[in-house]
């Protein structure tokens, strides 16, 4: 595919960096640093140019493109330039990031010609908000249209006598991977639970909160009051997401004019404190040791580190980092920090699985980008099947809302849905398989 990125920032770099190995990239920006940091490490056609001005687009005419992405740090850019693209070069897709919510809730993208938006301050909320709905996961998955969901807890309760992993599914949970110290795998019959596994479930929401419960040795507690660190676009969003679930929030910031615009769009419905310390005084002087959910949500991954150890010691029994840098993802997680993906790192993801999902399958990222999942229906079970076992993966089929672990269990003129999850390491056989079957 032939690829062209507008913004060589983080999102853009990394976007770059990972397509232009199978693909043909370029990146227009009009920052110089930017694009000699680029030429450096990828092989990708750097366009120095500035992607508001039409005339950029000239040295592009006379090809047909099958993506063009728009990811530079100003929605009001990134919809323009969409814009004059359309104009003036040929491309089969738009994708666009846009942070302003008002767009998600509008039909503004689709009128414009964009094909793809994606919206990642909002879905950051939203994964927040699942998880203080969910008090035993670790990350909840959605898969459109389907009543199971893919959800991580993490076994906090030591063992006191062995207990295989595979002892742990029934017909409403299936196992379908662990984190081990932030290494992904696909157990196998015989791979016994260790303390602090975190186990990547498969199945109805109420049975994995009954496994959870079993695995954690406590029942699972709602979330009533949360704590957010961080007024910027981000925590206003996420406190939007726990005040519409009925959530009591506390949000934290140090900077007086983020406050005060925090006050102005939360109005009364959440606490804005401006605090110009971090430690253990401000815990005590407001309550906060009292909240049953911490977000870190700042853009310094270190900072969220921190606040979130503080609260541990402080026994706030559930908290939540922001991942800013995927180098941080380990760390956070062997600290018992649940990890979520910040803004920019969501907008990669979501952009990857737009360009490697297509109109049979929906390809989904997990376990901070070091597995996947792959979902494809079928009217009827294709003959391939029988004659074209599967790569390193995980399979289950649907049909009538039960899972198999065998297609022969299926009725084979019926209609079902494959799932195959899998180490990223395999990505290219898995992605191979399903698509031909």
């Not at 026994?315 to 979520?340: K, Q, T």
Request: proline fraction near 4%; glycine fraction near 6%.
């Amino acid at each position: 595919m032939t690829i062209i990125i507008a913004g060589a920032g983080r999102v853009g770099f990394r976007l770059a960096r990972t397509l232009s190995p199978k693909h043909d990239v370029i990146i227009m920006d009009q920052n110089e640093e930017a694009l000699k940091r680029l030429n450096e490490s990828i092989d990708a056609l750097t366009l120095y140019a500035n992607v508001e001005d039409p005339r950029s687009y000239e040295a592009l005419k006379g090809k047909t493109y099958d993506f063009f992405i728009a990811v530079t740090d100003s929605d009001e850019i990134n919809l323009v330039c969409s814009l004059i693209a359309d104009e003036k070069i040929l491309v089969k897709r738009k994708i666009i990031r846009l942070k302003n919510q008002f767009f998600a809730k509008s039909s503004i993208a689709s009128k414009i010609g964009i094909t793809d938006a994606v919206f990642p301050f909002n879905t950051v909320a939203e994964s927040v908000k699942s998880l203080a709905l969910n008090p035993i996961a670790n990350n909840v998955k959605c898969f459109k249209g389907f009543p199971q969901k893919l959800i991580s807890i993490r076994a906090n309760t030591p063992n006191t006598q062995p207990v295989l992993l595979s002892s742990l599914a029934s017909e409403s949970v299936n196992i379908i991977g662990v984190d081990r110290g932030g290494d992904f795998f696909i157990p196998d019959a015989q791979e016994l639970l260790q303390p602090n596994d975190v186990i990547f479930c498969f199945g109805t929401p109420e049975a994995i909160q009954a496994l959870g419960e079993k695995l954690q040795n406590a029942p699972a507690r709602k979330n009533r009051c949360g704590v957010i660190f961080g007024a910027n676009t981000l925590g206003i969003e996420i406190a939007k997401a726990l005040i519409e679930s009925g959530m009591t929030i506390k949000l934290i910031e140090k900077d007086l004019g983020l406050c005060t615009q925090a006050s102005q769009l939360l109005q009364a419905n959440a606490t804005v404190i401006n605090s110009k310390y971090g430690d253990y005084r401000l815990y005590q002087e407001e309550g906060l040791a009292n909240a049953d959910i911490l977000i870190a949500a700042t853009a310094n991954d270190n900072e969220n580190i921190v606040k979130c150890i503080e609260a541990k010691e402080l026994g706030i029994r559930r908290v939540i980092a922001i991942n800013n840098d995927i180098e941080h993802y380990r760390l956070m997680h062997s600290l018992g920090i649940i990890a979520l993906r910040g803004p920019k790192m969501n907008a990669f993801y979501a952009i990857m699985e737009i360009i490697n999902s297509n109109v049979m399958v929906e390809e989904r990222h997990f376990c901070g980008g070091s597995a996947l999942s792959f979902v494809r229906r079928f009217e009827k079970v294709p003959f391939s099947l029988s004659k074209n076992p599967a790569p390193e993966a995980l399979i289950f089929y649907m049909q009538h809302n039960h899972l198999y672990t065998s297609f022969q269990a299926l009725n084979p003129d019926e209609p079902f849905t494959l799932f195959a999850f899998a180490k990223r390491i395999y990505e290219e056989g898995v992605r191979t398989w399903i698509n031909i079957l």
